[in-house]
């Protein structure tokens, strides 16, 4: 490792045709300390990192670099987020195969300054850094490249006069700024100092409204903006990648109507993007014919519209302002705005319209225009009627040659050329049209009539009514008929112009259904079936079943399940398909249910003692029938006592049943469980002259055991003896030789027939 601790000053001088390299750091770290300053001088004073090189600054350590600064290592080159870099030569590079991080770069000298590669300034990677791009009055040409901005301060990038070139179309490669402001407070501005190359000043301004939800560190925004040819045909080109078009909504090319610029923005890092305001800055030859463009554009009517990839449309929602005196124009509040931005004027079309008044045959009817267009102004006109036409009228009166429905257009266009219609339809009214409806046709209702009847002039009409020789003169009346059968209805209407129309009707008088159902009396909790036998005529369309007044089916029969015995009405409402209703009651009845429950003792029951007292606790039974559930044979009587043979689930079952024959059924499952009592002896003495206790391992009452596992530790915990088999205790043996006497540890793990798991641990002694 080198320490430079002083200001260090390499001076390199160069003659024609001798090439000089400045400062070479390879696989070497350098440290410049406090205050101190490393001068590379000379035009060809470059700087180049190889390999692992890294520069480290520490407090206001500074490098001057009047060359070009070339990063061909395998890092960034700056070591840390200290200290500053600056360029003090004419015309230089950043380049080299790997790109650098600089904590504070500061643009100097003359000339301009161009990226070679992809640039990060601010400080490091992680987190956000407090380093900063000072411009002072320099160019700094990103030729394709992306300029990465580590500090989310809005003063992170400062210039005096100087600016930022990007201005390269898709062809080469867009020229963006990437800057990671993270989760910035509401109400920063981040100024992005765009300049054109031929000195113009653009800025981009991103104003924070909500800082957003960011999911990783480096949450950010990227900006690239180029110039577009303003007279080819369309102009407007090159467009951006992915945006196929720059037809308005109306699919006319808007180009003439768009600046001369596109917009790319971007962003990345968010699950909810931060909200933001952007301010657009152009050039007044980028919307005027000042460079022999086609446009035909309003400035102060400039608003930003942005392409939506989904729709493949662009956007004329935005309602964004323009200050013509300060060449900006600035957006509502968007939380969308990644992809391709155009300022341009949005586009205005006429909106067509026409009123008018329908009247009667022979009658002129007066056409009145009322279409309109938005600050400018409609220069052409075309009527259609009839197959005929008339132009540049604002009104239109004619006689159309018979009744009926007629279709009417207007068509208007704006002074820019785009077109709208409407076509509405006019209906010239005919005599009067007499038209009957009635209702309720069946035997026994009064039939009700009502004319429907119309007429498109003359209103209110006049009715005559002839009912079976009755006389009306009302819109509509009522009628009783005394038999069925087939009926005949006259209806005679005027309107106030004379007009008459006679319409006779023949109806038919229905008699009503025969309303029927049968069922059977069931016990509660029990499923009644009520089934129709209605007899009618035509056939039945409505059903509608009720139970003590409640709705409860609307089809041909009814299931219900009653839960409480008692008394219960049912009623069947029926209507057939001519509309004729009638209804029949009955009454079904619900025998109370016995109440099947029953308790066992004791409630613990192991196969050494299998003996079973079942008790019956329901209530309202009289009769008691038990199955145990082992197939043995079925037992009655309140009580019973019974003894299993084996160890198991038994499902048993009780049915209580009473006088009205409604039994219920409970069930409750037994379980017998094996009697395991287990014995683990704490000494033993293995070997062939000892006559007892040679083995250890668990003994006992073993019965319903189904699994053992057996392990043997030392004292220190080696592992020395395992068995699976309850057959198999272990003898004292270890690798064929008997074990020492002492303490030894054990764990046993048995599992019963029903995988219920008991775990012993504990010592044991061995005696020899």
Known sequence: MKYILLN??????????????????????????????????????????VGTGIVKTVNQGTIHVDGNWINNGTSHAIGNNAGEVILTGTNQTITGTKSTSFNNLTLSGSGSKTLQTNTLVGGGYNGGQTGQLTLNDRTLILNSNTLVVNNNDTTAVSRTTGFIVGETDPSTGYGKVQWNIRTAPAGNNYTIPFGTTDNMY?????????????????????????PTNPISVPNNRPLPIGVPHLDNLYKIAND????????????????????????FSYTDREWDLSLGGLNDIIESELEASRYNSITNSWDYTLSSTTNPLTNATKTPILSEYDGAWVLNNYPKCPTANFTFKNDCDLIPILFSDSSYIDNETIDTSVWSFENQQAYNQASLLHTFSKDGFFDISRKVRGDRGCWDSITKTIQIYPLPNSIIEYTDTCFGQSTKFISLSNSSLGMPLKHDWDIEGNSFNTPSTSFTFSQIGQKSIQLITENTLGCFDTLTTVLEIEPLPMVNFYFDNICERQEAFFIDSTQTKGKIEDWTWSVSNKVVSLIDRHNQVFNIAGAYPIKLNVTNSFGCKDSAEKQITVWPKAKAKFDIFPKEIFITDPFVNFVESGSDANNWEWDFGDFTPVENGPEALHQYTDTGYFRSKLIANNDFNCADTFYRTIRIKPNLRIFIPNAFSPGPDNDVNRTFGPAGMLYGLKSMELDIYTRWGEHIYHSEDVNKPWDGMYQGVLVQEGTYLYLIKLKDIYNDVFRYSGTLTVIR
């Open 8 to 49: 260090i000053y390499l001076f390199v001088f160069c003659t024609t045709g001798v090439f000089a390299q400045g400062w070479v750091t390879k696989n070497v770290n350098i440290v410049i300390k406090d205050d101190a300053h490393i001068v590379v001088n000379e035009a060809t004073g470059n700087y180049k990192n």
């Open 202 to 226: 653009i800025p981009l301004i991103i104003n924070i409204a909500d800082d957003g939800y960011e999911v990783s560190d480096s949450g950010y925004i990227t900006v690239a903006s180029y």
């Open 256 to 279: 003439i109507k768009s600046l001369d610029r596109f917009y790319i923005l971007g962003s990345d890092g968010y699950s909810t993007k931060p909200q933001v305001q952007i301010t």
